[in-house]
């Protein structure tokens, strides 16, 4: 399988451009700085990954924001200057978000609004796509829609970058939130410069747990490895996270394995490089128990090669440099 040079060890920057407490000036210049992209280089990581709100580089009308361009220019001044590479993620569009409510969702019913998000890239690529360790993520987590309709508007906004970046590498997701079941429904153009990404947060039960964001768990504690019945059990009791979890005879590595290979196959079967945009667990969860959850994914990840970035790097829940993390850091460190 092809290797996705350059961005095997990477982690995100969750929460400065994208899903921002505060979308505000203050905001953008305090909550990343060069500090930051200097330690995750001596982290010994390779690339980072940059979410990016739609909001915080164009206004309403569809016009260019320069200030909110200015702080992904420092970010590409910053990876240059400490050899890291970097992925511009578009994480939120006009009329599309991972985390909206279904009927908040209209840019694949909207031709003006699809346009609008082609123009948006054509803007990036425009400003970006000269520059050598700068990869594209044309969307996060596109939701439960009809692959077809994702898989059009893909090939057509890669066929419009193309002219602007014929050798960037642009990475796209399948649907239901980039899981790894629908890689192999992807039907991209013929290009040798696209990845196949998947996202990763099995299993869903421990990594969200309390999460207050998803009330199905919200009250939910769930050790790591802990014993396949109890997962089984929860799972059966809310009626939810029980799809494709239980062909493993125990919880662990062997688990993520079974799951992960699905990606591997789609990509394989594609032939393009395969991508874990993010995985991470949830500060709510036992520290311990984090710390061999992330020495397992990292087993599968290495066994076969699986280029990755983790969520996230500081707040927002996951941020491994938060406080919550600080006695197993060295340790979730190395199995990034």
């Known amino acids: 399988m092809k290797k996705f040079e350059g961005y095997m060890r990477g982690i995100n920057l969750g929460g400065w451009l994208s899903q921002c407490a505060d979308y505000s000036e203050k905001h953008y210049s305090e909550f990343i700085t060069e500090s930051d992209l ?3 280089s001596e982290w010994g990581l390779d690339h980072v990954r940059l979410p990016i709100d739609y909001n915080v580089i164009e206004d309403e009308d569809g016009l260019p924001l320069e200030n909110g361009y200015r702080h992904i220019d420092d970010c590409v001044e910053w990876c240059e200057k400490y050899g890291l590479n970097l992925i511009l993620d578009l994480h939120k569009t006009k009329g599309f978000s991972f985390d909206n409510k279904p009927e908040d969702n209209v840019m694949f019913d909207s031709p003006e609004l699809r346009d609008r998000f082609v123009s948006l890239w054509l803007n990036i690529a425009s400003r970006y796509g000269k520059k050598r360790n700068i990869t594209f993520e044309l969307l996060n987590e596109i939701a439960e829609i009809d692959s077809s309709c994702w898989n059009a508007l893909a090939s057509h906004a890669i066929s419009r970058i193309r002219p602007l970046a014929p050798d960037t590498k642009i990475i796209i997701g399948g649907t239901q939130w980039n899981s790894v079941h629908t890689l192999a429904l ?4 013929k290009d040798e410069n696209i990845v196949y990404s998947f996202h990763f947060y099995e299993p869903f039960l421990f990594t969200h747990q309390h999460a207050y964001w998803q009330p199905i768990v919200a009250d939910r504690s769930m050790r790591y490895p802990g014993k396949m019945e109890e997962y089984r059990r929860v799972s059966e009791e809310i009626g939810c996270f029980g799809s494709g979890l239980w062909d493993a005879d125990t919880m662990g590595a062997e688990f ?3 799951l992960i290979v699905e990606a591997l196959d789609a990509a394989e079967k594609a032939n393009v490089p395969i991508y874990c945009g993010e995985y991470g667990v949830i500060d709510r969860a036992e ?3 984090t710390a061999i959850w992330y020495e397992d994914i990292h087993s599968v990840f290495e066994k076969y090669g699986i ?8 707040d927002i829940d996951f941020g491994i440099s938060g406080e919550h993390y600080s006695q197993r850091l060295p340790q979730i460190i190395k199995s990034l």
């Open 256 to 258: 993520m394995e079974k």
């Open 38 to 40: 200097k330690t995750i």
């Open 287 to 289: 520290i311990s128990d």
């Open 307 to 314: 280029a990755r970035a983790a969520w996230t790097y500081k």
């Open 186 to 189: 992807l039907d991209v153009p």
